[in-house]
């Protein structure tokens, strides 16, 4: 038995496909416009690296008009262009010291107070009796902030930002380790003679 098939819609706007025009820059729904491949030149890494100490992202670095994709900077670190590498390293470093800088001014922002009336009662001079409050979700946003930075800047520059570890061994109460062996002396059997 054939199953019957349901009727064709029409194409409306909101359900036609995307047709490639030659030209248009028009893409599927769902498929993202790839960048052409950007060939590598001195200038731009170091235009790149310049935003990257900046404090953006690479995500938002590529999105840029006359950026290259991400991908095409990730090839580029690859090894074979070894002053870009370099100079990468040294953006990602600068870009962690300015997240260390943001760390201070966001726990330095006043913007987490807020003055409220309290009870709404006037004083004899008429003036409101206010008390200073802070505001919890301005006072965990800031806290999430803040993390956020330091985990990033404790990645990019471990040996700067990282936690210490440090791994000791000791014995009871500080002292040394103290290593106890024995040893057990065993009579060995008589061989047997072989004839």
Known sequence: MVKPTAPKKAPTK?????????????????????????????ELASQICDHIASGLPLRAIAAMPG??????MM???DGRHAEFTE??????????????????SIADEECTMVRSDKHGSKDD??????EVLFDATAVARNRLRVDARKWLASKMAPKK?????Q????????????????VRLVKAAPAESQE
């Open 14 to 42: 909101a359900n036609k496909p995307a047709t490639a025009v030659k030209g248009a820059g028009v893409v599927a729904p769902g498929k993202q416009q790839r960048k052409p491949k950007t060939e590598y030149t001195a």
């Open 161 to 165: 930002y990282g936690d210490k570890i």
């Open 87 to 104: 100079q990468y390293a040294r953006a990602r470093e600068a870009q962690a010291d300015k997240m260390a800088e943001e760390i201070l």
């Open 125 to 130: 001079d008429g003036a409101g009796n206010t």
């Open 167 to 182: 791994a000791e061994h000791s014995g009871p109460n500080g002292g040394a380790i103290e290593v106890r062996s024995t």
């Open 75 to 77: 090839v580029w670190l």
């Open 67 to 72: 950026m290259p994709a991400l991908s095409t």
